[in-house]
Structure formats: structure tokens, C-alpha cells
């Protein structure tokens, strides 16, 4: 149980354009997704709390004109990264917890691998 | 500044011996404890989770939290090369509060 699909796995995209991410909870309804970030050798950075039905709640830094994220349905949750630069390249995480709360541990999505170049 | 706090490594172990990995957190709050285990360009998963003090045993692995002194710990027993990974310790401070995760520590078992 406790199954998170992100997509797509890796993504390269040219400086300017705009690229979706989308995170699903496969066997459990999740009312709040976490977006994460992660530079190689570093830990992960909490981008933004994705909440169904309503605007996300970003962190101190994250711009959220530039990552836009939706949670339309308790299912799916979606970042944009728009206008990419190449310091946007990183490799993007979401996480969600079924209704137990986060009491039993977020499961991973696999994880996107951004490029941008 | 919320801090969760790891060695980063490497922590090299030989295979089949014991590896120790220790974790400290600053928020008082913190209610919820987990390890997480990364393999290299792979997203976290989840190994364990503690909220009591004291053990807590799951197969090869021990949780050990101790509220008092704010300090979380994970041993690996019979470590196995599979077990080469960065381990993340993760706290938070409510049922759904967000995680603040540590930098991790890099463990490296050799055969």
C-alpha cells in the first residue's frame, strides 16, 4: 500500500520553457502532498505543502510565481517549474501520506531529474 | 533555526558487522522520528519510524530515541554491501507537520 507515481523520471528542457511534474497517489487518497528538492550531495529541501483543494503553503525562498503547483483532486498533485534556468536543475521529490497522518512516515514518489539547459 | 543533524561520512563498515549511524534534532516539539534510506539518484524509503523512547526493532534494524537528550540513533546489524546507501533522519512535529530532515549520513559496507 502507500504508492506514490511521480512522472516523468527525468526531463530536459531548454532555458525558458516551462516543465509539469506530476505526483499521484495510487492506492490511498492524500489531502496534502509535499514538494521536495534535492542538489547532489545534499539533503532535501521542502519546497512547498500541496493541500487538496486549496493554495499551496510555500517555504521561506520558494518562489511560488516561478513553482506553481496544483492539487486539484486527492490524487494528483502537480509542480510547474516555469521559465526554467539552469540552476533549476535538480532532482524534484514528492511525498504523501495516506489518512493515518505523517505519524506513519511519507512515502516517495520516484523522483524527477530536471535539466535544464 | 529547526535543525535535524548527521555525521555526513562516509561511514565505512565491514560486511556483517554492526553500523551505528546518530542523529540529533534542536525542536523540543518534535514528536515523530524516522530513518529513511537513499540509494544514489533514487528517492527515500522509508526504513523505520520511533516515537517512544527507547528501541524499537524491525529485522536487521534498531530505532533507538532518547526525548531527553535529543538524540535519535539507527543500527544496522549484519550490514550486507546492499546496505551502502545515505541514510536520512527525518522529525516532525505533528500528525501532519511537515518533515525536517537531516543531511544525511553516507554509509559505505565493504565485502
Known sequence: GAVVSQHPSWVICKSGTSVKIECRSLDFQATTMFWYRQFPKQSLMLMATSNEGSKATYEQGVEKDKFLINHASLTLSTLTVTSAHPEDSSFYICSASDNRGSNYGYT????TRLTVV | QKEVEQNSG????????IASLN????????QSFFWYRQY???SPELIMSIYSNG???DGRFTAQLNKASQYVSLLIRDSQPSDS???LC?????SWGKFQFG???QVVVTP
Request: net charge negative.
Open chain 2, 55 to 57: 528501541d524499537k526493532e
Open chain 2, 40 to 42: 544514489s539518484g533514487k
Open chain 2, 85 to 87: 546507501a545515505t541514510y
Open chain 2, 23 to 30: 542523529c540529533t534534532y534542536s525542536d523540543r516539539g518534535s
Open chain 1, 108 to 111: 516517495f514518489g520516484s523522483g
Open chain 2, 10 to 17: 562516509p561511514l565505512s563498515v565491514p560486511e556483517g558487522a
Open chain 2, 103 to 105: 543531511a544525511g549520513t
Open chain 2, 90 to 94: 527525518a522529525a516532525s512535529t505533528d
